[in-house]
């Protein structure tokens, strides 16, 4: 299997064309997307959204990965592997989370390189073919050197910030709820929140948080926009009120 | 074949993760997403729009159907067994319009249970791995007891509203074409508006209604938006003025 | 390979419905979505993005193409042969710039009907079957006659206009990088905008304009949107101010 994780949405060519690139090298591969809306051009708050969903699909799978705002400039490309699983995309942090909270990681620098690169689209023509390869089963060190050196950005284990906004208005923030105390409250867009079950556990328009179904803290509001009734956006500060 | 219709939207995580779900328990099935933007929350809408496009399905059709206000409090998972397609979701009305309107109709309470079940994403845990289970052929007595208790919410059998804004700004109502006289007019927004054959058939700028291709009545603008320039929404009245 | 260029959003129940008749004729075949937020309604545009991106899809590609305004009206369906690619659809000047750049091109008007036609989803019924008939090898002679009268629309060989916004706010042009000299600027938005190599030889918030990874010259802000930054929307007119 392999999971797209990209910024591209869904509309426009440009998953239609790493689609296209994918069923011509590894037809026999199912391709689905995980997340065509990452937080666009910031692989901060991604990384962190991807390693809390990730860990989720089961071993073997590969993640095609594209937030790159660097795309035509210096960084590297590179695969992850992971606890058994590959991510494939660029060297600028997007993977960090997910190698620190492996027992089994190793990063390598993609040696690969296609009979013609653009400037601009790195997905289709370079990460594509890596990851459907793999997918096909060509072993890593025929596509990349291992031990790719990794500059360590320092981020922190948790995020407390949101790192994503999703269709209904929820917030999701980069703190995984087994590193929270769970009776705690959460301040966030200036409001003191306390947890719930579920959303029927209170009224109407109440904030409230939980810990979500890929263990990430949530923050919404029971038939209501939590982005809007707390005027929070990616990159929003949540303090832990403990 | 297995219908999904949600209301997660397109982005995000949600689609994907049941899609996994699905490949991983019937993987020789085919999933084709025909909602993923039906009436955030709202069952009551969502029904007649689900009843109108899962006919034209063909029978043997697994719909998977998450519009689910209620997760994780106290409503119960269903499967409705409807002229030989089985809609697998909660049952908070979702389906009421579904089983009316089918000749062999009987409702079944799903016993089934996932060894780990979140409280906000049964779409994933409960909901997916019981429509995986039957597009694979498992009985649905495997999974469900028949002859679940019913709770008739009297919702009206062509619901007067807008339950669906389209790309186009085009509005689809809860009426059924062959319910309503064709020369009427409607009322909506305000304004009293005529029936056409098409589009092309009324001046550029000009509201009209007709029968869409599914069977519903609906409200265009030639070359405009006719949700903009009539104010509809989901849920905004209509009124046949006959 | 089946390749789907429509105006119907990705969400809502039109795509879906034709991935449904397409699966059933074609179970075979595989379906990727290249565009389904072409400009709405709107067949030059459309024309434009649909030649730039379509060549760089494999030889026996059947295109679904849907940017249909005159539905249920008198313009014809049709089947554009183009070097080795075919292209269904309405006959609305979608397929003029595919047809005019092609080595080997031919109009095909589509005789073939289904049992019954709606006035408003021609994809559906019409557009989607014969696009599965053909790409499960049945003749084109067998659904269609060959040598349609073609109008010719007069639209020039590029278009100076923007044809596309796509998800970061980067506006495509009808331009193609070919026939443009590159140290040239462009006006567009009232600004004047030198080319650069990519995103990141420009600093934040500055404009450029490159030559896409389809051969299309695009106009982009480094961490910017280009359509907010610049006002710029389908239709706005270039000027190359060389």
Redo the contacts between chains.
């Keep these: 299997?392999i999971?797209l994780f990209t910024?591209?949405?869904?509309?426009?060519?440009?998953?239609?064309?790493m689609?296209?690139v994918l069923?011509?090298t590894a037809?026999e591969a199912?391709t689905?997307?995980?997340?065509?809306?990452a937080p666009?051009?910031q692989p901060k708050p991604a990384a962190y959204l991807l390693a809390a969903?990730a860990a989720?699909?089961?071993t073997g799978t590969v993640f095609l990965c594209v937030v790159d705002?660097?795309?035509?400039?210096a960084r590297r490309a590179v695969v992850a592997s992971a606890d058994d699983r590959l991510y494939v995309g660029p060297d600028n942090g997007l993977f960090d989370l997910v190698l620190r909270r492996a027992a089994d990681a190793r990063l390598w620098e993609i040696t690969w390189r296609p009979p013609s690169l653009?400037?601009?689209?790195h997905g289709?023509?370079l990460f594509a073919p890596v990851a459907a390869r793999l997918a096909k089963g060509e072993t890593l060190s025929a596509l990349a050197r291992p031990d790719a050196e990794h500059f360590e950005r320092g981020w922190p284990d948790d995020l407390a910030e949101i790192v994503?906004i999703?269709?209904?208005g929820n917030a999701l923030t980069g703190l995984r709820g087994s590193q929270v105390p769970t009776p705690a409250r959460l301040v966030a867009g200036g409001r003191s929140i306390a947890p719930a079950?579920?959303?029927?556990?209170v009224p109407p328009g109440t904030a409230f948080w939980?810990v979500?179904?890929?263990g990430l803290l949530e923050i919404a509001v029971n038939?209501g926009r939590a982005n809007e009734v707390l005027g929070l956006a990616v990159g929003s500060p949540i303090t832990i009120d403990s």
Tied chains: 1, 2, 3.
């Design positions: 299997m999971a910024d591209f949405g869904l509309a426009g060519p440009y998953t239609g064309q689609l296209a069923h011509q037809p199912t689905i997307s995980l997340f065509a809306d666009p051009g969903y989720w699909f089961p705002p660097g795309v035509g400039g653009s400037a601009s689209f289709r023509d994503y999703d269709h209904y079950a579920t959303f029927s556990a939980y979500n179904a890929n038939r």
